[in-house]
């Protein structure tokens, strides 16, 4: 683990930017939305306010990855998300330190949730490795029923404030272990958590494209991520209210 250090410390190291294609961006709008201190009411930070444009460009980015990314050797793609997961682990305080200031979790908590959320990705790059298809009996013997598993395609990601870690890891292990680049909108209260882990992602040697973050307006970010054919996928947790209306804009290109 890295050594004891001060919260403000590590934000001004932050990235506080969107991550599209590999690089640090601002909004088009260059406006800014506050990340405060719950137990303050201090503005601690401030991302970029994006919307439906870096949307669409964090979906062309990802889709541009896909090809080399679904089609380099799953051995390769463990051996990125075993760095990664080490990565977390190496920078546990640092990580925790940022989860406590944005979100007023517990240091100790925030900790025990970085080692969580660092075992989603460990499971995803073990797994990466296990991708089988089958072999299925047929109706006769001149026939043979084989099943290839390949990547779905882009994949997208919303997740909570309450655990702004393990919610994304638990998504994006798995989506990247198959092949799939993704597209992660962090909670609006905690989207620093998110940043640092995009960092570290890249330090890690996630191509540029297969992962993006944006933060911004949910609302906008999330019917643009269900109104592009290239979103394949979508996870969400959250409250069941904007589950219901996250499921009517899935069926459109179901």
Known sequence: MTPPT????VLA???TKNLIGGRWVEA???RRRPVTDPATD???AEVPDGGETETNRAIDAAKDALPGWANRPAAERSNILRRFAD?????QERLAAIMSREGGKPITEAGGEVAYAASFIEWAAEEAKRVYGETIPASSADKRIMVLRQPIGVAAAITPWNFPAAMITRKLGPALACGCPMIVKPAEHTPLTALALGELALEAGIPDGVLNIITGDAKTIATTLLDSFDVRALSFTGSTAVG????KGS???I
């Not at 001060?6 to 410390?9: I, L, V, Y």
């Not at 990565?87 to 920078?91: E, F, V």
């Not at 219901?244 to 499921?247: A, I, K, S, Y």
């Open 6 to 9: 001060t919260a403000d410390t």
């Open 13 to 15: 190291s932050l990235p």
């Open 28 to 30: 088009d709008s260059g």
């Open 42 to 44: 201090e503005t601690i």
């Open 87 to 91: 990565a977390m682990l190496d920078q």
């Open 244 to 247: 219901r209306e996250l499921l």
């Open 251 to 253: 069926a459109t290109h």
